[in-house]
């Protein structure tokens, strides 16, 4: 993608004015709805042949009715009538148009998304049909009105919309934030090739993020992810991999999802991170964002239970990871501090009850990070789990403290640093302390599985 | 395991009066806080030989002062002063004891396990050392002060404390309750083997779960779970499946986990269901509980996104679950009222905008429960995920009244109905509904990777 096609994917993401065509009452105007009430800081325009005002805008009967130029439209029109909508947004000028309608070669109606093509001609450009759009928020465009328009740097391709609004919910809540979101559905004319050549080329993307289900031109694909990969992060999620999910994909988006070597290969041959859920995207996205990677699979595990420390060695290790000595030197270290019963220097780590030392945490977390034989550190925070929130409350909170002074360095130590908070009975505590690491930009999983997963793809990249 | 060996065991669980040896102040008393306000029933003594009172009990020099007999004793006592407690408990005529106190064999003091071994000669039973002994909600006794005394059908033995703890405390979360929980550590006398025998015997437990690092007596064992797993569902975690594991296990228990053969037989050639860590554990029983068995692996996933779907179908396939086609007489049914754009009237099922009837929702559930291509149903709940909870509620409070009412009668309909409810921004909103439905007895997990793995278990366990 040269400069001149950059520019021109580009611009569609900064619209100066947009318009909402058939804009529904019975959804409570939501499309409306994502460009008004201070969202949008451009010109706003609803059209729609019957209702006379829509959120107390004017509606125009059509878009060639509009007074004013027209960059971005959404359009929610019934199928059959999209032709006719795209040849007016060609007509007007329309830059880009997302085509939320369903109906079309997802249904089997393949020769009404080549029409609205044909019409297109390129000038003006469609995301979807079947699709939810862009969301950027250094534009102020959302495909829903509840999501936060907070700027970041992580770009995702979606080839389904539900998937786009759950990442972008799922990332408020982890703290991801994202430069755009793109959902193309169908993905008649921009198509995932071409939306991760931009990204690739985009400034303000750090981490691209892809969810595809099948794509025309796999060799473009190919390329277009195996480049971006040298550049940036990629992490793809593979919809349609078995034959029940390619059955899925051919009713939820119409594609053909068949090429299982080509997919192969790419994660063979290319630095493309491969994920199998959206749960996994989002983890791993997370750690890409707030973690180094490693410079290899040996990992130490911090708990203060036995049993727990016992799998959570099997499950690492079932994982690709190595649950290895620490050197002599960390040894020594902390066994001259860490002496209680019941505690174990040893890897994985037993703090046992000497976790109640407000001392020991940081110690051992900072004689980890300078092991050499250390990659990467998990801590499994199950300190109230342990005894009770009543009793252990208070060396808990400056227990906190100390893990997210820590966590904070982790790029300087140049060491993954993850919290594992495993379910337990209090909520609300759990809930507290999830948000804190999280806002502390500490990587933090509900398992030890999920922390594993996540670092056995950083070693993976890191190599 | 003869009649008269299970009550001898079954006494140990339905003692008049228990002691604590050595409470501790530091630790407020744990140990005793265990037994007091109102939690047993029966008598209760501190033994102290510095202490002059605990929790308002006067505190006896020794266990030979209590001027009562003593049925259970737990001893939180260092290492190496337990010989002589032994020793004394034997005297007393103390029927159990469980050893608290770590410092034996999983740190090489093999001899000092053996010596308490022989001075108990079998007369007084022994729980550990490095254990939390007894949980029995019947004769309320517990080893945490917090835990609920609620009976329930489930038997737990866990090698690990910790897991023993943190399976209570996550089975009160899911609703999952006990029949006894005994944590057993080192296990020098009642050790696993006898453990499981009485739970397969005991008419108080219906289901069976176990934890296991290692086994002095394999043979024994092996006859163990391949007989109680004829009688009642056993679930097994094995701890140190791998090499780092191994030696976790080592320093965690002193047992020797390397019986890799035996295990493999042991999930082959009997009707055991084997786990990989403590959610799992958890996520299975809790399935057990409430769940008919499925009757084959044909599952329907019914969902509002095609993405969603497609990724459901991918991770359910992946699993070993088939997600095929439905009947035509079900085809037919859902045809006739789902035609909303976007919906999609295959399996995965996509309401799409559909869901907004509240008629569709039972019916498509009660076509999935009469049709016979099917055998379990998987809903994913993200209605208020999809459309923010300000426009669905209503919406949705009348769904979640329909699908708990279909839920609640999944054991006649004689398929597994488990519902997923994935992460996403509205905490509270979603706490309250996976409350709601677990309270309902309905499976309810966090993933479709997580349901899918418990169903994969039920499957093999059905046939």
Chains 1, 2 share one sequence.
């Not at 940036?232 to 899925?248: E, N, Y």
């Not at 988006?253 to 199998?276: D, H, R, Y």
């Not at 066994?335 to 020991?360: E, F, H, R, W």
């Not at 809930?431 to 996540?454: F, G, N, Q, W």
Request: include cysteine; aromatic fraction near 6%.
């Amino acid at each position: 993608m040269n400069e001149e096609e950059f520019r021109s994917i580009d611009r569609l993401f900064h619209p100066r004015a947009v318009a909402v065509i058939g804009p529904s009452r019975r959804r409570d105007w939501m499309w409306l709805r994502c460009f008004t009430h201070g969202r949008f800081q451009g010109r706003v325009y609803a059209v729609h042949p019957k209702e006379k005002t829509a959120l107390g805008l004017p509606c125009f009967p059509s878009i060639l009715d509009v007074p004013d130029e027209v960059d971005y439209v959404v359009s929610a029109v019934p199928a059959e009538m999209t032709p006719e909508i795209v040849g007016e947004c060609v007509e007007k000028g329309v830059k880009a148009i997302t085509i939320f309608s369903s109906g079309f070669s997802e249904v089997g109606k393949k020769e009404l998304e080549d029409e609205i093509v044909r019409i297109a001609r390129g000038k003006t450009r469609i995301l979807g049909p079947n699709c939810m759009g862009i969301y950027c928020p250094e534009s102020g465009l959302t495909f829903r009105p509840d999501l936060s328009l907070q700027n970041g740097s992580v770009g995702f391709v979606s080839q389904s919309g539900g998937n786009a609004i759950r990442s972008a919910m799922v990332g408020e809540d982890l703290g991801i934030r994202f430069s755009k979101i793109i959902s193309y559905g169908n993905g008649c004319d921009l198509d995932a090739p071409e939306l991760i050549e931009y990204l690739s080329k985009d400034p303000k993307t750090k981490i691209i993020n892809l969810y595809i289900e099948g794509c025309r031109d796999g060799r473009r694909l190919f390329k277009a992810l195996k480049e971006a990969a040298e550049k940036k992060p990629v992490v793809v999620c593979k919809g349609g991999r078995t034959k029940a999910g390619k059955r899925a994909v051919i009713s939820h988006t119409g594609a053909l999802s068949g090429e299982s070597e080509l997919w192969e290969a790419l994660f063979k041959q290319t630095k493309v991170i491969n994920v199998s859920d959206w749960t996994e995207l989002s983890n791993v996205t997370l750690a890409l964002l707030n973690s180094p990677l490693p410079r290899g699979n040996r990992v130490a595990i911090v708990t203060i239970s036995g049993g727990s420390g016992v799998m959570n060695t099997d499950i690492c290790e079932e994982h690709g990871l190595l649950v290895r000595k620490l050197s002599p030197s960390t040894i020594e270290i902390l066994s001259s501090k860490i002496k209680g019963v019941g505690t174990n220097v040893k890897n994985p780590l037993d703090l046992a009850i000497d976790y109640m030392n407000p001392g020991v945490l940081p110690l051992v977390l900072d004689s980890l990070a300078k092991d050499d034989e250390i990659d990467s550190i998990i801590f499994e925070s199950t300190f109230h789990d342990m005894v009770g929130p009543r009793w252990a409350l208070p060396v808990v909170e400056e227990m906190r403290r100390r893990v997210i002074s820590f966590g904070k360095k982790q790029k300087e130590t140049g060491k993954p640093f993850f919290i594992v908070i495993p379910r337990h009975l209090f909520h609300s505590e759990r809930e507290k302390h999830r948000r804190m690491y999280l806002d502390s930009r500490i990587p933090t999983y509900p398992t030890i599985r999920r922390a594993s997963e996540v670092l056995e793809r950083l070693v993976k990249r890191g190599k």
